[in-house]
């Protein structure tokens, strides 16, 4: 009898103790909406970046970031929505508090004064009369002295209720029975047993239900499209046009006939997919329309958010990466590969959809010399203020008769490597080195003079540098040069370019979020050419001479850029703007363009 009516007194007091929680704390399923909203954003990164931003017409995000962008056509959202992802990045916490506790609390809670008894429920702080459960929490101190509080004497009654916690106070209350207590009343038994024959029914299908719903559960996990792909997007418009111009082609002199205002969108999905903490794929699609014309000045008109494909959705980006250790990631894909997104930026306002209007002014235009395609990378934090990127890249992977992985016949390769290093907190600066194989002729920078040869194949070294110096949060100066040198393959010959550019930006001029910015600078310009008889390009453009005598170009361009991007809420941003370009082509012959255009960007 008496082990019975202990074993009764142990099923009464669980009961009793879980209807009473039941009526105190929050139910489970609000407590798992908690839970979930909380994972909505599981992955938070850390501060140091990892492989660099994107190509042409993409947001920067750092690929270090294990996040990038994309091809030339192609504009990624910045994650500083979410920014960028980095080194220790992708840490997964699936174990979120309700109410975050200091580790001193939490080592008080694993010892044995973890839970601390009480003995009246006047002795617990949060708790008085007028509360609904006073009563509740009252006859569990009185009739049955099995009630314990938190060690700083609260009871935390508004807060869900963890397992642990159910556990906790459950064996409370376990313990403070035993075979030689009586401390269940024969009425509280009674009244337990009534309540339990009297919703039997509702329990029973109550456990159905649960049953029913974690099947659906698992279903529906199965068959999901993923759990760990995310979308993020940014569509570009832009509206611009330029002055009245002629200019010098050859032995013509032509009228620029593209100067009508227009319109140019660029719009880019990328899908982040990840598999692990430390692993993503990326894809990119990527559709655009307009652009600034076929002028023969091209090159010098051109704008950073230009990719025109006739609205045609195409990959503009298929890469994997991979943090490999704490300070070493890997980047290896089919599409998307290039200097642009491997390298990491130090011009922090380097941004098709945030950044200046002209491709030229987006990034020392070295960096783009050579193709994007197929390719691998990494990048290798050396040092806490240290770090090394590497690319190679090719365009015609996929091409089995003139191109493959190692360029084949018409190709385009390239081969590069970044050192970034801050010496100090607010300065940054990068050395970047570039060898690259063409076989049209060209640099692929489609900036300035970026081709060089008369269509014959070259092959170019490229080195360059950046410095950016923050004087202070408000203000940011800094600046580039780029030299290449080609060589003619076969028939020997060199030709060289220069290019420079200095800027002074102004975060958040007026209000936070905005950019203020003034660009001057030299696009890419062939200073000297020595290539044999037919392939100097300078002397058939500006002298129409079939010939192509060696020499440099007979003047210097001058680029000059202003403008200002204002945001207009956390998804919408307006950028107006003015560029002047003095002695476009690299001749004073040619007439002053002047370039007003006003971008708006879409993220989301």
């Not at 009185?142 to 642990?164: V, W």
């Not at 959809?353 to 783009?368: V, Y």
């Not at 970026?450 to 950016?468: E, H, R």
Request: charged share 15%; glycine share 10%.
């Amino acid at each position: 009898m008496k082990k019975q009516k202990f074993f009764d007194q142990r099923l009464s007091a669980i009961l009793l103790f879980s209807l009473l929680s039941l009526g105190i704390f929050p139910t489970l399923a609000t407590a798992s909406e908690d839970l979930n909203a909380k994972n909505e954003n599981i992955l938070t990164p850390s501060d140091q970046p990892l492989i660099s931003e994107t190509t042409e017409n993409s947001e920067e995000i750092k690929v270090s970031d294990l996040i990038s962008e994309t091809s030339e056509n192609t504009l990624n959202q910045n994650i500083s929505t979410p920014e960028t992802l980095n080194h220790s990045t992708f840490s997964e916490n699936p174990n979120f508090n309700f109410e975050p506790i200091s580790l001193e609390e939490a080592l008080k809670y694993s010892s044995d004064e973890t839970m601390a008894q009480v003995n009246n429920v006047n002795q617990l702080r949060d708790v008085s009369p007028t509360d609904w459960a006073y009563q509740a929490l009252r006859n569990l101190v009185e009739d049955y002295d099995c009630l314990e509080g938190y060690p700083d004497r609260t009871f935390r009654g508004d807060r869900a209720m963890t397992r642990y916690e159910f556990a906790a106070g459950l064996n409370a209350c376990l313990e403070k029975m035993g075979p030689t207590q009586d401390l269940v009343s024969t009425q509280d038994l009674d009244t337990v047993r009534r309540l339990v024959a009297q919703f039997q029914e509702e329990l029973d299908a109550l456990g159905t239900r649960v049953n029913g719903l974690e099947e659906r559960v698992a279903v529906l996990e199965d068959s999901q499209f993923s759990t760990t792909t995310k979308l993020f997007g940014q569509v570009i418009v832009g509206f611009q046009g330029r002055s009245d111009n002629e200019y010098t082609f050859g032995t013509a002199r032509i009228q620029d006939t593209d100067t009508n205002i227009n319109t140019i969108t660029n719009t880019q999905l990328s899908l982040f997919t990840q598999f692990g903490p430390r692993s993503i794929l990326l894809t990119g699609l990527s559709a655009g329309s307009g652009s600034t014309g076929i002028t023969g000045l091209k090159d010098f008109v051109r704008l950073g958010y230009e990719g025109d494909t006739n609205n045609d959705v195409g990959l503009s980006d298929l890469t994997y990466r991979h943090l490999i250790t704490d300070n070493f990631s890997a980047v290896v894909g089919a599409a998307g590969v290039n200097a642009v997104n491997v390298f990491r930026g130090p011009n922090r306002v380097e941004s098709a959809g945030f950044g200046p209007l002209s491709r030229f002014a987006q990034r020392n235009p070295i960096i783009n010399v050579g193709a994007g395609g197929a390719g691998v990378g990494f990048d290798w934090q050396i040092v806490d203020r240290l770090s090394m990127q590497g690319v190679y890249s090719t365009d015609l992977a996929n091409n089995s008769t003139f191109g493959g992985v190692f360029g084949g016949n018409s190709g385009t390769t390239t081969l590069g490597m970044q050192l970034i290093a801050t010496p100090v907190d607010n300065v940054d600066v990068a050395f970047q080195y570039l060898n690259a194989y063409s076989p049209f002729g060209t640099l692929g920078t489609a900036v300035g003079d970026s081709t060089v040869s008369a269509s014959a194949p070259i092959n170019t070294d490229a080195f360059g540098g950046t410095v950016d110096w923050r004087i202070t949060p408000a203000v940011t100066v800094g600046g580039w040069a780029g030299y290449t040198t080609s060589s003619l393959e076969t028939l020997g010959g060199d030709v060289d370019t220069f290019n420079w550019m200095s800027y002074v930006t102004f975060p958040d001029l007026f209000a936070e979020g905005n950019l203020g910015a003034i660009f001057v600078g030299q696009p890419p310009k062939i200073t000297d050419s020595n290539l044999p008889v037919g392939f100097n390009i300078p002397d058939v453009i500006n002298n129409g001479n079939l010939a192509s005598q060696p020499g440099g170009q007979p003047s210097t361009a001058t680029h000059i850029e202003a403008f200002y991007r204002f945001k207009v809420n956390d998804y919408i941003s307006v950028t107006p703007g003015l560029i002047v370009v003095l002695n476009p082509g690299h001749n004073s012959a040619n007439d002053t363009i002047t370039i007003g255009a006003i971008r708006t960007t879409f993220t989301f």
